[in-house]
């Protein structure tokens, strides 16, 4: 018995060690207040479900691509036949690679004192003149509507104060769910009277009713999201200013689904209507934190930039998007980490000359699988084992088929295919597998976990204006941001607030119901 408590321990000991090798904090939120011991990879709990990490997190690329009968006859467009492989510079032939050491620092920008509120974090993102900007398109706005519709008896300039306090009910709906931000004011379960008193309602809906971020389209700006894109450059800048993210980072779209409890409550031709979203979101994230760097916005209709519109095949459409959310990374020997839509050798090969190296994982149906072996795409008739994999190589970049529960392929040039990995389960034990496996399945893995809980944390008011829906997710993830710059800073280290009760003291802080005076 103690011999297998030992082997247990060491187990455990050892799935440590190789997981800070990796470079990811196991710690997302601290829900608890304190820093979370539970790691989302390496698993040594009974109850994981990290057996079914290809079934959960990869689950449509698994029967895209490998079940079924596997790729279409002739491989997957773009892919060549082992000769031309074999001409192109595929071999068996594996050598050892090294990524250069990253040529950038990592962490905050700067240093905040321990007396630093949440407010203090969030105005890192959005300041004063952010919202004062606000408050002067809002008024803009009002005016010139009353001169083309009427004048509002009820209508007076909106202040400072008063805009700050609108940030902070409608983010109230992050952390206590409402069925609408106006519930507040009710008489009824949703009610939240704590804050009610500090605007009336009808003020309220005076302001939503104007709210602006730009009133009027000016004669350069073309594109759709023209009434917020200076807020998103400007939040897009201070991301980069406040942060510098680590060597390993992802580019993915973040879950932004609907609530379950919207969608359980809402009617039928409310649920239709807000399932055409009509914008994508794409982020390039750090691993190490789960602060987002850089986000990239798509309308799905109308123009947009840089030809983006105009693009009809996915690949083609998302490597774009690759190459926008990494423009900044060029020299710096950054690890990215992609998923089957970005994924492709082209992209992988050009973003190697800008010092920026790559691992992804492969769908026939979902990849650009040019010049890609068909060989090493298809699927084998034989059985195979857990564990098992075939890696071919091309220079720097390796191609690999890696067996689990399902065939799961894989292109990188950020790891030596040499290298043994192993991903560490309590009932299967050891699963060996080339260290860009582990590596990748372990970031993933840590951003679906950093997803499930900042999906908790979603501003909950639905507008249905494009761009305010953009606004008050892209306010979500300022927010969120924020607090994993608190968690990094010494005011964490005085009180340490959950994400929840972050969330809270910053809502007082907007409303002006705590004492948040400057710190900086």
Not at 217 to 239: A, E, T, V
Not at 360 to 384: F, H, I, V, W, Y
């Amino acid at each position: 018995m103690a011999e297998c408590g030992r082997k247990a321990l060491s187990l455990l000991e050892a799935a440590r060690s190789r997981y800070e090798s990796l470079q990811i904090s196991d710690d997302v939120f601290g829900e608890s207040g304190d820093d979370s011991s539970e790691n989302p990879f390496y698993s040594t709990s009974g109850d994981s479900n990290s057996d079914n990490y290809a079934s959960e997190s990869n689950a449509d690329e698994q029967r895209a691509g490998d079940s079924g009968g596997g790729c279409p006859p002739g491989g997957p467009p773009g892919s060549v036949s082992n000769t031309q492989a074999e001409e192109e510079g595929w071999s068996d032939v594996l050598r050892d690679i090294t990524v250069p050491p990253y040529k950038d620092t990592y962490g905050p920008a700067q240093k905040m004192p321990a007396t630093a509120s949440a407010m203090d974090f969030f105005q890192l993102f959005v300041p004063d003149n952010a919202i004062q900007n606000m408050v002067t398109q809002t008024n803009m706005y009002a005016k010139k509507y009353q001169e083309r519709f009427g004048s509002d008896e009820g209508w007076c300039n909106v202040t400072l104060s008063e805009m700050k306090a609108f940030l902070g009910y409608v983010t109230s709906t992050s952390i206590h769910r409402c069925e609408s931000v106006l519930s507040i004011w009710s008489s009824g379960f949703f009610s939240n009277k704590s804050i009610a008193l500090i605007m009336t309602q009808a003020r309220f809906e005076k302001i939503l009713k104007y709210f602006h971020i730009v009133a009027f389209r000016s004669s350069h700006s073309g594109q759709g999201l023209y009434k917020i894109q200076p807020f998103l450059d400007s939040l897009q800048q201070s991301f980069g200013c406040t942060f510098r993210p680590s060597q390993t980072q992802v580019l993915h779209e973040p879950l932004i689904d609907e609530d379950p409890v919207f969608i359980a409550t809402c009617t039928e031709r409310e649920l239709r209507k807000r399932k055409k979203r009509k914008f994508s979101l794409w982020v390039r994230q750090c691993t190490a934190t789960g602060f987002i760097c850089q986000i990239y916005v798509h309308l799905k209709e109308g123009p947009g930039p840089d030809g983006l519109d105009t693009l009809k095949n996915k690949p083609q459409l998302h490597s774009l998007v690759a190459k926008q959310l990494c423009q900044n990374l060029s020299g710096k020997n950054a690890i990215i980490f992609t998923g089957p839509s970005i994924t492709s050798l082209n992209l992988f090969e050009e973003f190697e000359k800008q010092d920026i190296y790559c691992c992804g994982l492969l769908s026939s149906r979902k990849s650009d699988c040019t010049g890609l072996p068909q060989s090493m795409l298809a699927n084998t008739e034989l059985p195979q084992r857990r564990g098992q994999y075939q890696t071919k190589m091309k220079r720097n970049m390796s191609l690999i088929c890696w067996y689990n529960k399902g065939n799961f392929r894989f292109l990188s040039n950020a790891y030596s295919p040499s290298k043994q990995g192993v991903i560490i389960k309590r009932k299967s034990g050891e699963i060996p597998c080339p260290l860009a496996v582990e590596a990748f399945a372990a970031h993933l893995s840590y951003i679906c976990k950093y997803d499930d809980k900042y999906s908790k944390y979603f501003i909950f008011h639905k507008p249905n204006k494009t761009w305010q829906q953009v606004f008050w997710l892209t306010i979500s993830i300022a927010i969120n941001n924020a607090y994993i710059l608190y968690k990094m800073s010494d005011a964490y280290h005085m009180k340490r607030y959950s994400r929840a009760q972050f969330g809270e003291r910053l809502v007082r802080e907007l409303l002006g119901l705590e004492d948040c005076s400057p710190t900086r």
